[in-house]
């Protein structure tokens, strides 16, 4: 006998930067009997997703998809462009950078890192001289949108910065919580290897990670040949061609991102980015009331996908976190890395609307209130009037 329960009614609100909420569309579509993924329905579903995928991130190359989170698809790049003791450069935009650094080091690759505060996106005139000194370097490597600070940096300047060092570094972009929620073009930006997971902008459940890489990148990964890994694009691709697998693929969630595909293309990319921005703009509206700082110092960078607010100095963010969920069934993210305790970050990106965003920004003032921490009060009204003078 439980002696103890919250029952909460109504809806939980999942308002943490990822994994986002998932649509009833998605998880309706997932709840299908489980696919022969050698038969013929199965081949069919995975080229109706590959080409959706090839859509949405807008390349001429391939899409391959893992049974992976985030982490495992930035494994996939590195290990099938570089060898150890091969160099990249990367950039310190935030906790999400960090990590891939630190994976690159353990499988052996040698890392050069711009270091940055953790406050402002990628300067592409950091890249650019780094390049000019060092023609070793194999690879770039940077964050889209930071999701741990809520910053966004600019690809097209960073494929400037490696076009006019005239250097033939490869560029790996994570777009995990970009793609789908900000305007992202991996052709026309010249991203080499954009790296990907479903529970973001897909409004996916956490599950299937994504390499979309560019045709010199295939070529590339070609000419390594001190690996045969579970990661390896060239047996995918060859197979993927007929629709199949090497391997058992994660077929319920292949329901699921067709659905999630459909959404999106229904929508329509262009409406969607302008949806991010505007509740974005919205949310920072209420934030720049409540006079809590932003974590991002450049108000171009800031995230479509994420806000992170800086609690007052002498008071706990994850206290606030905590008393919000318990409270009013709001999960809220908490500060990561070296902004544990510090910072905590409002997701407004996947399955999301207007009056999600205002009840999540209720939640939060009205927990600031209960938790005495100091703000002026009058956020959720002035997001209110954002919404109304900005209506569509
Ligand atoms: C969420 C996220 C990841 C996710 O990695 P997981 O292995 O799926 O936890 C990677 N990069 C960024 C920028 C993210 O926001």
């Given at each position: 006998m439980p002696t103890k329960s919250i029952h909460h009614r109504g809806w939980h609100f999942?308002?943490?930067?990822?994994p986002s909420n998932t649509p009833e569309r998605v998880l309706r579509a997932m709840g299908k009997p489980t696919l022969d993924h050698r038969g013929p329905e199965f081949g069919l579903l995975s080229k109706r997703i590959l080409d959706g995928l090839k859509k949405l991130f807008q390349t001429d190359g391939h899409v391959i998809i893992y049974p992976s989170s985030g982490t495992g698809a930035w494994e996939a790049a590195m290990v099938n462009l570089f060898s150890p003791g091969d160099k990249v450069l990367a950039y310190e935009t935030g906790h999400f950078a960090v990590l891939w650094k630190t994976l690159a080091e353990k499988i052996g690759i040698k890392v050069e890192w711009i270091e940055g505060?953790?406050?402002?996106?990628?300067d592409a005139q950091l890249v650019e001289d780094k390049l000019r000194n060092d023609s070793k370097i194999k690879g770039v490597m940077i964050v889209?949108?930071?999701?741990?600070?809520g910053i966004t940096s600019d690809v097209m300047e960073v494929r400037n910065a490696i076009n006019n060092a005239n250097h033939p570094a490869l560029l790996l972009v994570d777009v995990v919580s970009s793609l789908g929620t900000t305007p992202f073009h991996q052709k026309e930006w010249g991203v080499d290897v954009a790296i990907c997971a479903s529970?973001?902008?897909?409004?996916?459940?956490?599950g299937l990670g994504f390499n979309s890489i560019s045709k010199k990148a295939f070529e590339q990964a070609k000419?390594?040949?001190n690996h045969q890994s579970y990661w390896q694009w060239e047996k995918i691709i060859e197979m993927n061609?007929?629709?199949?697998?090497p391997y058992t693929p994660a077929s319920g969630l292949f329901f699921g991102l067709e659905e999630s595909l459909t959404m999106i293309f229904e929508e329509g990319l262009e409406t969607l980015t302008q949806r991010h921005r505007k509740l974005a703009s919205a949310c920072r509206v209420a934030c720049e009331t409540w006079g809590l700082e932003n974590q991002c110092l450049n108000p171009k960078a800031y995230s479509d996908s994420t806000t992170a607010l800086i609690i007052p100095e002498g008071y706990n963010a994850d206290e606030l976190r905590s008393a919000i969920l318990k409270e009013y069934n709001l999960s809220l993210g908490s500060g990561l890395g070296k902004l544990k305790s510090k910072v905590f970050r409002i997701g407004h990106l996947g399955d999301f609307n207007k009056l999600m965003l205002m009840a999540t920004l209720s939640g939060v003032e009205m927990g600031m209130e209960l938790t005495k921490i100091p703000f002026q009060k009058g956020g959720v009204q002035a997001a209110m009037k954002y919404l109304t003078d900005h209506p569509g």
């Amino acid at each position: 006998m439980p002696t103890k329960s919250i029952h909460h009614r109504g809806w939980h609100f999942l308002q943490i930067p990822g994994p986002s909420n998932t649509p009833e569309r998605v998880l309706r579509a997932m709840g299908k009997p489980t696919l022969d993924h050698r038969g013929p329905e199965f081949g069919l579903l995975s080229k109706r997703i590959l080409d959706g995928l090839k859509k949405l991130f807008q390349t001429d190359g391939h899409v391959i998809i893992y049974p992976s989170s985030g982490t495992g698809a930035w494994e996939a790049a590195m290990v099938n462009l570089f060898s150890p003791g091969d160099k990249v450069l990367a950039y310190e935009t935030g906790h999400f950078a960090v990590l891939w650094k630190t994976l690159a080091e353990k499988i052996g690759i040698k890392v050069e890192w711009i270091e940055g505060d953790w406050r402002h996106g990628v300067d592409a005139q950091l890249v650019e001289d780094k390049l000019r000194n060092d023609s070793k370097i194999k690879g770039v490597m940077i964050v889209h949108n930071e999701t741990s600070n809520g910053i966004t940096s600019d690809v097209m300047e960073v494929r400037n910065a490696i076009n006019n060092a005239n250097h033939p570094a490869l560029l790996l972009v994570d777009v995990v919580s970009s793609l789908g929620t900000t305007p992202f073009h991996q052709k026309e930006w010249g991203v080499d290897v954009a790296i990907c997971a479903s529970q973001k902008g897909l409004m996916m459940p956490p599950g299937l990670g994504f390499n979309s890489i560019s045709k010199k990148a295939f070529e590339q990964a070609k000419q390594i040949t001190n690996h045969q890994s579970y990661w390896q694009w060239e047996k995918i691709i060859e197979m993927n061609a007929t629709g199949y697998f090497p391997y058992t693929p994660a077929s319920g969630l292949f329901f699921g991102l067709e659905e999630s595909l459909t959404m999106i293309f229904e929508e329509g990319l262009e409406t969607l980015t302008q949806r991010h921005r505007k509740l974005a703009s919205a949310c920072r509206v209420a934030c720049e009331t409540w006079g809590l700082e932003n974590q991002c110092l450049n108000p171009k960078a800031y995230s479509d996908s994420t806000t992170a607010l800086i609690i007052p100095e002498g008071y706990n963010a994850d206290e606030l976190r905590s008393a919000i969920l318990k409270e009013y069934n709001l999960s809220l993210g908490s500060g990561l890395g070296k902004l544990k305790s510090k910072v905590f970050r409002i997701g407004h990106l996947g399955d999301f609307n207007k009056l999600m965003l205002m009840a999540t920004l209720s939640g939060v003032e009205m927990g600031m209130e209960l938790t005495k921490i100091p703000f002026q009060k009058g956020g959720v009204q002035a997001a209110m009037k954002y919404l109304t003078d900005h209506p569509g």
